[in-house]
């Protein structure tokens, strides 16, 4: 499969591109092209020192969401609308588009959910896609630092909403894939909001409790 | 330390009441008292088979506030309100008042948040309790079946919010004597609408995957 990554010189790209490139093609797009090719050059040589085989390039935004079979959109939810905006929406007809995206703001040094009028980023970036797309929220809460570093394992629990079961089911595959993953279907995109929210709660427990890079294991 | 619960009959009451009373004082209020003593009664006889003595006792809601130095409010959201209306409010004066209130709805059998005005169960219960009431939630996301349920280890975070610091840690002080309950601090009230949406998000999670019982840890 083909994942294009957009804004996939972040933590989460590089993580996706780390971790399942000896199994998929990973594109990764950035609006400085030369940032992204850095970026899967510096992979590749990573994966390689393992021995590992690595199929990840980089690329423009646009680039990468025409490419993907299925698309990611790595980016802070201010940076959604303006980077969509400059992207032809023929590139996501028919894909599925994961929204990992957590709209938050700090305020007296906590983090709070702050989601737009639609009540969650995934309702909003829905709106901004063309309806053939299948929207799905994936890897929400997974701390971004422990997602790029390959040896660490990551064994948490991957919430998983969309409306298209189908895709759904697509998504918690390759989440399947990664690492130590366990993902889970918590039901249709009214539930992204909360999923989302799970992040700046744990960022904020982590802050208040000295703890680290912390994420969610349901059991 | 006397611990007074409101709704004392429910699953929270009757896990609290088994799992610490060996340690702490619990009265079980209830709008119908023969059902607390009741309750409390086979609480006491369920520790004796074991060789523990149970300091529980079973009376009416109003009794188990002004009795508590600390008062947890054991109900459905919808049931706050009205039960609070009927206990005079100087039994809560200048106590720690503990809620595990979750706020929800069952829409085409999945679970939504649904917070009051205030955003929050939390916030809208601070409104109904006198100023002097130092108001904590904690407890929130723990299955209610397994709270109850004497041999089932709890190995779950407890996310704890409050605006009074002194509060939260007496909150969290008592969650680490219970089971393996790991208990955070997750800042302010403000937060406390993230916790609270938790409990719908586990539960559609626990419907959809088949899973039981389903509760948070946080690592």
Redesign the interface.
């Known amino acids: 499969m083909k994942i294009g990554i957009i804004g996939g010189t972040g933590d989460i790209g590089e993580g996706l591109a780390l971790r399942v490139s000896d199994k998929h093609e990973i594109i990764l797009g950035s609006r400085d092209p030369a940032k992204a090719v850095e970026s899967a050059d510096k992979i590749k040589n990573t994966l390689k020192e393992r021995g590992i085989d690595g199929n990840c390039r980089g690329t423009t935004n646009e680039d990468a969401a025409k490419a993907g079979d299925m698309v990611v959109i790595s980016l802070p939810f201010q940076h959604v609308a303006p980077t969509l905006a400059g992207i032809n929406p023929d590139c996501f007809k028919d894909k599925i588009v994961i929204s990992p995206v957590n709209p938050m703001v700090r305020k007296n040094g ?1 983090f ?2 702050c989601p737009p009028d639609e009540g969650s980023a995934a309702l909003a970036i829905k709106k901004m896609l063309p309806e053939s797309c299948k929207l799905v929220t994936a890897f929400n809460n997974i701390a971004a630092r422990k997602w790029s570093m390959l040896d660490c394992v990551l064994d948490y629990t991957v ?1 998983v909403t969309s409306d298209d079961t189908d895709a759904k089911m697509q998504v918690m595959a390759l989440a399947q894939q990664i690492s130590k993953l366990q993902p ?5 995109l ?2 992204a ?3 989302e ?2 992040t ?3 960022i ?2 982590a802050q ?2 000295k ?1 680290k890079d ?6």
Chains 1, 2 share one sequence.
């Open positions: 906590c709070l959910y919430a889970v279907d918590a039901g249709g009214e539930l909001g909360i999923v929210s799970l700046p709660l744990t904020n427990i208040n409790n703890l912390l994420s969610i294991y349901m059991r």
